[in-house]
C-alpha cells in the first residue's frame, strides 16, 4: 500500500512560478511510475504530466514547455515544478502512483494510488 501527501500548493501571480511536492510511503517508490493530474471546479480530472520509474517523461499539451516533473528517489519524493504560470492552471493538483515498473501512463483509472491534493490558485 503506498500513500501519498501533496506539499505547496499556494496562490500565486499570473506568470509566476511554484513547486508542489508529493512524499511517498509505503512500496518501493522507486518502481512506481508517477502521475501529476489536477482538477478544476466544474470540470474532469486532467492528466499534467508523468515520470517513468527510469525517469522518462510525458508532459500534457496545455503544460509542455512550461512544466517539469522530476523525482528524487533517495527521498522519495515527486516535484512539478510549474512556471509561468496562468490563471487557467488553478486547480487542485493530485499526485499518483501506478503499478510497479509500469510504463507512463495518462489516464485517471490506470493510477493505483492518490494523494489527497493541493491547492494551486493563479491571479490574474
Known amino acids: 500500500q503506498v500513500q501519498l501527501v501533496e506539499f505547496g500548493g499556494g496562490l500565486v501571480q499570473a506568470g509566476g512560478s511554484l513547486r508542489v511536492s508529493c512524499a511517498a510511503s509505503g512500496g518501493t517508490f522507486s518502481t512506481y511510475p508517477m502521475g501529476w493530474f489536477r482538477q478544476a471546479p466544474g470540470k474532469e480530472r486532467e492528466f499534467v504530466a508523468a515520470i517513468s520509474w527510469s525517469g522518462s517523461t510525458f508532459y500534457g499539451k496545455s503544460v509542455k514547455g512550461r512544466f517539469t516533473i522530476s523525482r528524487d528517489n533517495a527521498k522519495n519524493t515527486v516535484y512539478l515544478q510549474m512556471d509561468s504560470l496562468k490563471p487557467e492552471d488553478t486547480a487542485v493538483y493530485y499526485c499518483?502512483?501506478?503499478?510497479?515498473?509500469?510504463?507512463?501512463?495518462?489516464?485517471?483509472?490506470?493510477?493505483?494510488?492518490w494523494g489527497q491534493g493541493t491547492q494551486v490558485t493563479v491571479s490574474s
Open positions: 499518483a502512483a501506478g503499478r510497479p515498473r509500469g510504463i507512463i501512463r495518462t489516464r485517471v483509472e490506470e493510477y493505483d494510488y
